[in-house]
Every structure is written in C-alpha cells, then in structure tokens.
C-alpha cells in the first residue's frame, strides 16, 4: 500500500518527464533488399511484429528511445517512464494470436512471483515485473502483449565471453551460484514455480548506473541507429548499453518455460543437454528438475565442457538413449524405483533395468577425473557440491535453501 503511493507521488506531483524530440534524419539507411534484425530469423512474418518507433509513447506513459534486441517472438526496447520518472525495457511480443496460451502462461508466473513473500532475500533475485498491458497492432484484431521490467545489463554468458578461457573464476562462480540458489528457494517454496529453463544467458547482472541510459539516450538524439522502411514499417539496428560504473546484483529471468510448483508434471522441458533423467523417462516431475539443471550448467562454465551431450553417433544428433548412456557412465545405472514411475523407461531399459543400448556407455568415467580446473580439498568440495545436485533420484538432491550454506561456495566466498 506505502510503496504503491509512494510511487505515485511524481505524477500527482507533476514532475512527470516530457517526451523528447527523436526527430534527426542523419541515420545511416540500410537497403531495402538487406535482410536484417528480426528479418532474420526463420519463419520471419512482418505483419506479426508490432512496428515500434523510436520516439513513440506507448499507453501515455512509455517513450521508446533505441532498440536492445529481437527474437523469433518479442522485439526489446528502452524506454522512459515518463510518469515515474525512471528507465525501464519493454518486450514487445508478435501478435496474440501467434504466441496461444503461452503470453497468459507467463503473465501467470510474473504475477505469482509479485504475490511471493517481500522479506525472502531471494525475491530480489528474481526480475521483477513493474507493468503488462496489450498494444493494438496495424489490424484492429491484432494485440501485442507488452511486458515492463527494470533494465539489466548483460548475461553470464556475456561476462564468460569476456574471459579468453571461456571459464569462471572459482569466486565469480561461487558469488553467481549463492545468488542463483536464492532466486531457487523464494520460486520453489515462495511462489510454487519451476523455472524449467536455466541456463547462463537467463542468468543477468543489473545496472545501477542511470547515467548509461543517459549515454545511450544522447548517442540515439546526436547520431541515430541506422534503420530501413519497409512498407512503412521501420526496423531498427539493436544497440548495446555502455559498460556501467556500477553493475547491479544478478538476477534470473525469462519465464516463459516457468511451470507451477506443488504438482507433478509429465512435459518434455530444459535445454537437451541439461534434461534430467526423470524428463527423459516421463517420471512426473517437479521443482527438483531445476536443480539437475543447475548442477549441468555449472560445469558448462567451470570446467568448459558439457557433462552430457546427447550425440548418438548412429543418428549423428541428439538422442534421448544417448543422454541417457551418458548419465549411467557418470553415475552408474539408475535405481529401479526410479525406472518403475517412468512411462518411457520400456523404451530404453529391459524389464530387469538393463540398458538397451548398452554399446553407447563404454568404460565409466567418474567426475574426478573429468574436473581439471581445482586440485586437492578444493576440488574435493568442489565434486560434493556437484554431487549433491547430480542424483538419479530427485528426492535425493539438495534443496535450493540447503545448496546456499553449502560448504565449498561459503569457503571460496570466504564466508
């Protein structure tokens, strides 16, 4: 109740931002016949994109001022809040009609996780979402679900791209990992939702710095994007936010494969190469997946490999038998409780919980000597760590809450 009135103290205050003029012509045109941005991506339709201008004024209250990204479904924005007085991103999705169920799926976990309780510290660890409405597009009949958060910088794979090793260091993993448990425990037990998604592009530093959008506001006013009309209609080339004076905490995104917690679920979820066994197998699931998941994708930027690929050298792809090969040559074959609740476990294991393809195992490998990057009772904890979210059987991983007060993350952290 305080905070919803005291964020409206500007606006009846009047000290609302005026709109700015983004009228300069000297903007490099790209030819008609290049395709570019969004134009690019597969099954690209044009009429399904709302035709965003820099310099428009979205529901009276937000000004577009550049362009942040694209994707196959959604166009990102910087704008200004003119009536509160701040910077925010807006994510613009293709029509409604385009998007089905999937636009009220993820409004549905925004307003879960905006009813969760304000005192858990993991709460500012999820982002936040400060406003949601529909735009009409060109045709009457089309929406566009808008969706306003607070701006954030770059991703962790960004920030690992920046390391010539494409690794971590032992203390920025550990510093992500804490933040990431705490985003976990507040979804888990806060709000009932399963992320379903994790991976280090989700995962992305903020910015308390205003005087980069300040930067970016100016180069757009001075020297404007490059852009091409087409059918009136204008595309836009993205522009990166300057590097801040002051990064902002990590926190975790994208919610469009986030499910509800407290029930069992039976959908095929998660990057291939970090599904985990009970996905695999069709063992109703819940909010353990997650930490599977994260388990996978730690080594992905610790040690600068997969710990499962997938690559089933008969179909030269992706296959679930060969994942599965993968596991059992970590951890050992799965416990038969585990193949008695799965719908799908026929498929690759015999009755006596034999593997069917068992020519794809080879010799076992176990994670000691798959770990290059610590020696000694550093790398010992390191693998306790790894192991506690790396079980065949869910029930068996650590929690969230529980991976916090771990031992090898409160060590490096010099806690």
């Not at 597969?42 to 399904?48: C, I, N, Q, T």
């Not at 066994?277 to 909010?287: F, K, S």
């Not at 409780?337 to 799965?342: D, I, K, M």
Request: aromatic share 10%; charged share 25%.
């Amino acid at each position: 109740m305080l905070s919803s009135l005291l964020r409206s103290f500007p606006r009846r205050l009047g000290r609302t931002w005026k709109p700015l003029d983004f009228s300069n012509p000297s903007y490099a045109r790209i030819p008609v016949t290049q395709k570019i941005e969004e134009e690019t991506m597969p099954g690209y339709v044009a009429s399904r994109y709302y035709p965003a201008r820099i310099g428009e004024v979205i529901k009276s209250q937000y000004q577009i001022v550049g362009k942040l990204g694209f994707g196959a479904s959604s166009t990102v924005w910087l704008a200004r809040d003119l009536d509160y007085r701040r910077y925010v991103t807006l994510k613009i999705f293709i029509t409604s009609t385009s998007m089905g169920q999937q636009l009220d799926d993820e409004l549905q976990m925004y307003q879960r996780i905006e009813k969760g309780s304000t005192s858990h510290p993991g709460r500012s660890a999820v982002r936040s979402l400060l406003d949601s409405f529909d735009i009409d597009g060109v045709s009457l009949q089309d929406k566009h679900r808008c969706l306003v958060h607070p701006p954030l910088w770059e991703s962790v794979l960004a920030f690992l791209h920046r390391n010539p090793v494409r690794r971590l260091p032992p203390p920025v993993l550990a510093f992500i990992l804490k933040r990431l448990f705490l985003a976990l425990d507040y979804l888990h037990t806060e709000c009932q939702i399963i992320h379903a998604d994790i991976k280090v592009d989700n995962i992305i530093f903020g910015i308390a710095d205003d005087s980069v959008f300040d930067d970016f506001i100016e180069n757009e006013l001075q020297t404007p994007c490059p852009r091409k009309e087409v059918d009136g209609r204008v595309i836009y080339i993205s522009q990166d936010l300057r590097k801040p004076r002051e990064w902002g905490a990590l926190v975790l995104c994208d919610f469009g494969s986030a499910m509800p917690g407290g029930i069992e679920h039976l959908e095929d979820i998660q990057p291939n190469i970090y599904r985990a066994p009970e996905v695999i197998l069709e063992v109703p699931w819940t909010c353990s997946v997650d930490i599977w998941n994260v388990g996978c994708m730690i080594w992905n930027i610790f040690e600068g490999e997969s710990l499962f690929t997938g690559h089933d050298p008969g179909y030269q792809a992706y296959r679930s038998r060969a994942h599965l090969a993968e596991i059992i040559r970590l951890l050992g074959p799965p416990p038969p409780s585990l193949l008695g609740r799965g719908k799908l476990s026929h498929k690759f294991f015999s009755n006596e919980g034999d593997f069917c393809a068992k020519s794809l195992i080879g010799k076992p490998v176990p994670l000691e000597q798959r770990s290059t990057t610590l020696e000694g009772e550093d790398k010992a904890g390191f693998l306790r760590l790894v192991r506690k979210m790396l079980q065949w059987e869910p029930a068996k991983r650590s929690s969230a809450k529980e991976l916090q007060q771990d031992e090898w993350i409160r060590k490096t952290l010099g806690e």
